[in-house]
């Protein structure tokens, strides 16, 4: 082959890989915070309160969990989400809590979703969607903690699954309020537990409140 040839190909490969860079990287900055290889959460702060006196609660632990799931996948159902990365934090005298925002790249995977989980012993857990008092309207997590005011009112349109149709609604975001558990049962039934493979070393915090729980009821083992 002549030189000049080897040239060529040469540049051809260097132009083909430079091309094939600037894509992905098109694509891991240009998208939205599903977005193909760049995953990416803003950041999240709440205040924590009881249900009933509606006084802050210090001490309470805000559990952040990030989701992904596969692109590919053998599975006739499709990937199914799992947990790439969990936070805590406790809440401060005031009830408030705050988590930075999160991103990781991404390689055969999408980020799908977030999910949270508030728990201080007495209390019963919440976790999930947050109700908006309207029937079959709920705020996902991600929205619902992703404002720069707590307690700010704000007016949004959200899906009704049971209407079928976007509904308007308007209400302060941010604020959650745990019940007291009062019964063995109560407490029993709304215990939360830790995302699969998670432990003290990684959440320390919550696992530390529920085997301090599950003392309480007497009930001996618990999570490392």
Known sequence: M???NRKEIGIMKRSVTIIILMVIIWFAFSSSAYAWLYYSMPEFRGKVIDAETKQPIEGAVAVVLYYKRSTVSLNPGGPSSHVTKARETLTNNKGEFYFPSYSEFLLFSEG???DFIFFKPGYMSEEGSFDTGIAGVRIAPE?????DVIGKKVEMELFSYEQHK???WSGPL???GLKKAKTR????RTMPSPPTDYTSKELPLFIKFINEEYNNLGIKGGYK
């Open 2 to 4: 002549k030189l000049e």
């Open 112 to 114: 799908t979703y977030v």
């Open 166 to 168: 976007l509904i308007k």
């Open 174 to 176: 941010g604020i959650v």
């Open 143 to 147: 929205k619902y903690f992703a404002t």
């Open 185 to 188: 049962e109560e407490k029993l």
